[in-house]
């Protein structure tokens, strides 16, 4: 304070020509405070005022107190006169603005420390802390915003204790209980260096370790925490203070600085006495200070200005309120205070003029800082990270670890340098401080009953949900086309299924198709060979030919709808099918009709049999077949099969199967397939009973009655089976349908060409007539 005020008498930039003055009062206890203060905003006596020399007659700033609550106490007093200042009071209840109308100080607000220190909390993982504060307004009300803070940052506060370096020893104890017992190993300390140095003095006596402390500005960087026996329990302590400074020509003039200079000062006078071991009082028996001593070859903290963090805010305070001064005199050249360019004289000057100044002034230290006021007189809130790293000496050493800028966009405000961290009693490794372990990917926060949202169980994701971050709140659900993998950490493609040849059902029905188109093959053969045979010739040979070649296909057909659907297979297994069927049962059918009509020709006096001959037999199976050709044809220009990814039969695997288009068009298909197949079957049924070697009607009777029932079967199958397997029943129901018919129908006849060829005659076959028709 002295060498600001003697440097800005020196400058003549500012308050040329005028002198400021000052009145220390070094005073401890409240009743002491209050008086000093009433002193000084009383008028000040004639003796204080020299000849040459006009003062106004009341003092234009109080700078201090260093402390909140006795700053809160003569604010509200001296408020009124609108007149104090602070370079250390950093409670924010003092910036309000309807309490303390007055109020500036050059120190941030704690409001903003406790927001950094919850972010700092944050920021290294620390989700489960203790907080603990001393009883007075400046921890009540730092240690409340810090608890919000942390809230709204997702910390969890354990504990929150209050005390006083005054307090009973037994609270003290039940303190360090709740610390002994507690899951928190980081401590959030918003008290001064006196009570910390009472609580850590109990936690070493306990022998209490393993503790991360952090720190507010009244304590972190005090020097005093050195003389503590449990000061090693506070190595690796972290917490902001404001910024260091350097304050150019200080140094000089602390080693040009003599007592004589300064004879009313109380405090120089016995720091002199106490570094030189002297006595400035000639009455006294030990050895008189001669003059000749100074301050340049001492060395003690004093003399030492590497951390001038809270000197700097008594300088600022000291420039500010000069500043202020200098805008009102000098009107004429800053016109912002006085519309009306009238200049005031120094006798002029009200205290509340000299307020509303302050609250304008924007000015540059020679340290090259920048100093203003928001409009609730704080300054802005910078901080540096400090961490308490050793203890020499009886010196504590502390680094600049990193810096907070509340000006600063959020995301910006807080930010570390490269400095190598000095953790827990020297540790190297970040502590940990969770009420629960991380919950790894693949698994979900669910907070436990009663409990904290920092106390929670690990849950797995459902199938078909992610989660691939640790210490997720929330599962994700997989995209509708994948799904989560086995560790539950990642979305990965779904499963595409179909009936393919991969499988062993898919190679069973593709071998049995096969033997079906060898069988009918053989059959076919063995018919060629014996074509001139009365069996195959009275079972008309070319509706019989047709027929195995129908069943040929519809063998084959089976195995276009085993493989990965495409575009051309969807549409070709269903109206393949469609119309190979229909061949197949027009033949059959057309069997059925020659039987009757032979049966009938042979009745004296009829005819029939010529309306019925061989090309009315083509045309009849051709009709039928075109038909269902007409059918197909209007199903595939409509609305034909295409390839469907079947999403909601499973939800861990994808079906890939032919979607119908048009449901109509395939009941249409089926529906004419059976209602030729009835047809056939009525048909066979009346004839069943006419002679054996006309036509095996009975057989014929046999097949559609097999026919009819797969299918009748088929329709619940189909509609009831999942997935993939309902290309199996398909592929079933033809395999059986068609096995039906070429055993059934031609087996038998295969058995007498083969077996019994002595009945494959002429003469046999009309003998065995003329029995059956007498």
Not at 569 to 577: K, P
Not at 682 to 699: G, H, I, S, W
Request: aromatic share 12%.
């Amino acid at each position: 304070m002295m060498f600001a005020i003697d440097e800005i008498n020196r400058d003549r930039d500012i308050l040329p020509g005028i002198k400021l003055g000052y009145k220390i009062y070094n005073e401890c206890g409240s009743t002491d405070i209050l008086r000093a203060v009433m002193t000084l905003v009383n008028s000040l006596d004639q003796s204080e005022k020299g000849a040459n020399c006009t003062k106004p007659p009341t003092v234009q700033a109080i700078i201090g107190h260093s402390g909140s609550t006795p700053t809160m106490s003569f604010a509200k007093i001296v408020g009124r006169f609108h007149i104090p200042i602070s370079h250390f009071a950093t409670c924010a209840c003092l910036s309000n603005r309807k309490e303390y109308p007055s109020f500036f100080r050059t120190i941030s607000s704690d409001y903003y420390q406790s927001r950094a220190l919850a972010q700092l909390v944050r920021h290294f993982g620390w989700m489960w802390v203790g907080a603990l504060s001393n009883q007075n307004d400046y921890g009540i009300n730092g240690i409340t915003t810090f608890i919000k803070a942390a809230n709204e940052e997702g910390v969890c506060i354990e504990y929150s204790e209050a005390f006083e370096s005054t307090s009973p020893y037994h609270e003290i104890i039940r303190i360090v209980n709740i610390i002994r017992t507690s899951k928190s190993k980081v401590i959030m300390a918003f008290m001064s260096h006196r009570e910390i140095k009472i609580l850590v003095d109990e936690l070493y006596r306990q022998n209490i370790t393993g503790l991360q402390w952090i720190g507010s500005d009244a304590w972190i960087t005090d020097d005093s925490l050195a003389d503590i026996n449990g000061h090693t329990l506070l190595i690796g302590s972290i917490g902001f203070t404001v910024r260091n400074a350097q304050i150019p020509g200080l140094d000089l003039f602390l080693q040009e600085i003599n007592p004589s200079q300064f004879s009313n000062s109380i405090f120089l006078k016995n720091f002199w006495e106490h570094v030189f071991d002297c006595s400035l009082n000639p009455s006294e028996t030990r050895n008189t200070c001669n003059g000749s001593e100074n301050l340049r070859d001492v060395q003690n903290s004093f003399t030492d200005l590497t951390d001038l963090r809270f000197s700097n805010n008594i300088y600022k305070a000291i420039y500010a309120v000069a500043h202020a001064i200098n805008n009102l005199i000098l009107c004429d050249q800053n016109k912002s205070f006085n519309s009306n360019s009238s200049c005031l004289k120094l006798v002029e000057i009200k205290p509340w003029q000299v307020l509303n100044s302050l609250q304008s002034i924007n000015f540059t230290t020679p340290g090259g800082e920048n100093v203003f006021f928001d409009n609730n007189g704080d300054s802005p809130a910078r901080y540096e990270l400090i961490n308490l790293q050793s203890v020499n000496k009886g010196k504590i050493k502390v680094e600049t670890i990193g810096y907070y800028d509340a000006s600063l966009p959020k995301g910006q405000r807080f930010s570390m340098n490269n400095v190598q961290v000095v953790w827990r009693e020297g540790s190297h490794l970040v502590p940990v401080s969770k009420c629960s372990e991380s919950c790894p990917p693949g698994t979900r926060k669910a907070v436990q009953k009663g409990q904290p949202v920092c106390c929670y169980d690990c849950i797995l994701c459902p199938p078909g949900e992610i989660s691939n971050s640790t210490d997720s709140i929330n599962c994700l659900k997989c995209p509708i086309v994948q799904w989560s993998n086995t560790r539950g950490d990642a979305c990965i493609p779904k499963e595409i299924e179909f009936f393919s040849y991969d499988e062993i059902m898919g190679i069973l029905l593709a071998l049995f198709s096969l033997f079906g188109v060898f069988f009918t093959i053989l059959i076919m053969l063995i018919f060629y060979m014996y074509r001139n045979t009365p069996i195959v010739r009275a079972n008309n040979s070319e509706l019989s030919f047709l027929l195995l070649f129908s069943l040929t296909l519809c063998f084959l057909c089976s195995l276009t709808f085993i493989g990965r659907p495409t575009e051309w297979s969807c549409m070709l297994r269903h109206t393949a099918f469609g119309i190979t069927f229909v061949l197949c049962i027009s033949c059959v059918l057309g069997k059925t009709i020659v039987v009757l009509m032979a049966f009938r020709a042979t009745l004296p006096g009829s005819n029939v049999i010529k309306w019925f001959g061989p090309l009315q037999q083509k045309l009849c199976v051709l009709t039928f077949a075109l038909i269902q050709v007409l059918i197909c044809a209007f199903w595939l220009i409509l609305s034909p099969p295409f390839p469907y990814m079947n999403i909601n039969h499973y939800q861990e695997k994808i079906i890939l199967e032919c979607n119908l288009g048009s449901a109509i068009g395939f009941w249409t298909v089926l529906g004419y397939i059976g209602l030729l197949a009835v047809l056939c079957f009525v048909l066979a049924f009346l004839a069943r009973k006419l002679p054996d070697n006309f036509n095996e009607a009975k057989f014929i009777t046999f097949s559609m009655l097999i026919f009819c029932a797969v299918w009748i079967t088929f329709i619940p199958a189909y509609v009831s089976s999942p997935g993939k397997y309902i290309v199996a029943v398909e592929i079933f129901a033809i395999l059986v349908s068609s096995f039906g018919l070429l055993f059934c129908i031609f087996l038998p006849k295969c058995y007498v060409i083969l077996l019994r060829p002595e009945m494959n005659t002429k003469k046999h076959v009309m003998t065995k007539m003329s029995n059956d028709i007498h």
